[in-house]
């Protein structure tokens, strides 16, 4: 059942404007393999070597998905709904579904297409090191404690993803391309936005 994912248009930018710092920090890296979360880091490497390169057009092309799509996930007319995709720079591709009725309404994933696969596990290691210490730093800026793990791990889909409570987002990998879906936050929303996109990469 198609439901509706209602937020302020200050919740939307500022968890677009933190989504966007978060990812910018594994995007600069750091040189080095994560080594906290368990070991689930060296799990997740070893299910992503071998094969995998996706094809550049089909990262251009957001993986195929359509403004169609993005209407049945937010339970709205599809002539309703406006693509307003671009590349952020070279290796990552911006995708976006908006409502023209209502901007706070909106599917938003990334892809990020790196030149190997190897490459590819290293920035989701890089990354979960990168939530561990930002969910320190939220910590030290809000006095609250931090509650839980840094990241939640996701089996069943694409070659590695988590959930990461801190900016809450879905974080996928296939092969050398990783997807983080940002809107709508519904968790359930996001796995069948992610299930669409890593379909259309393979």
Not at 24 to 30: I, P, R, Y
Not at 77 to 95: G, H, N, T, V, W
Not at 155 to 172: K, R
Not at 196 to 202: M, P, S, T
């Amino acid at each position: 059942m198609n439901r509706a994912y209602p937020h302020t248009r200050r919740q939307a930018l500022a968890r677009t404007r933190f989504f966007a710092l978060a990812f910018a920090a594994v995007l600069v890296g750091c040189g080095g393999r994560a080594t906290d979360g368990g070991g689930a880091s060296g799990q997740g490497k070893e299910a992503g070597r071998g094969d995998g390169m996706v094809a550049a057009a089909k990262v251009a092309s957001c993986a195929g998905y359509t403004t169609e799509v993005a209407a049945q996930v937010l339970n709205v007319p599809a002539a309703e709904i406006e693509e307003k995709s671009q590349d952020l720079y070279e290796k990552l591709r911006s995708c976006s579904f908006v409502s023209s009725q209502d901007a706070t309404r909106r599917v938003e994933f990334s892809l990020r297409r790196d030149d190997s696969v190897e490459e590819a596990t290293d920035e989701m290691d890089v990354f979960r090191s990168h939530l561990g210490t930002g969910q320190g730093a939220m910590a030290d800026v809000t006095g609250e404690k931090a509650k839980g793990a840094p990241y939640e791990e996701v089996p069943g889909l694409g070659d590695e993803a988590l959930w990461a409570p801190i900016n809450g987002t879905l974080n996928v990998r296939l092969g050398n391309v990783s997807v983080q879906v940002s809107l709508p936050d519904d968790r359930e929303a996001q796995r069948r936005i992610a299930e669409r996109v890593i379909a259309g990469l393979r």
